[in-house]
């Protein structure tokens, strides 16, 4: 029961990080109208090789989760330092997934910027 608190803490602080970084970026809005193309679109390579990074560790955890599940699987595994250690590529993995929602915004949020600028401020009929 104990781990189960500290994994929703866990959770919960991942998510209230994301949201945070998500609503910075909303609040920046009115500050994207003031950048550039160029300037946005700097950015928006920015979120990108940033969400390549945590997708590249994400691979990297889900491997290191298989280790730990087959070790725990094993015949005289140490059960507490293996669940210990579970619990703790679970949680960065959380993590890693609460930063790619928010590159995720970040980077929509960027794009409906740059469709904007390209349409003239109109909305695109669909399919166009």
Known sequence: ML??????SNIALADATARERCGS?????????????????????QVWI??????????????????ARRYLASANPH?????????????????????LRSERRTALALMKESDERATGGRRRACGS
Do not use: P, W
């Open 79 to 99: 059960r507490a330092l293996g669940g210990a250690y579970l619990e703790r590529l679970r949680d960065k993995r959380t993590r890693c997934l609460a930063y």
């Open 25 to 45: 970026c909303i609040r920046a809005a009115g500050v994207m109208g003031a950048l550039s193309s160029f300037e946005l679109a700097e950015r928006l390579v």
């Open 3 to 8: 781990q189960e608190t500290v994994l929703r």
């Open 50 to 67: 940033r969400s390549d990074q945590h997708l590249r560790t994400l691979d990297d955890l889900n491997g290191k989760l298989a280790v």
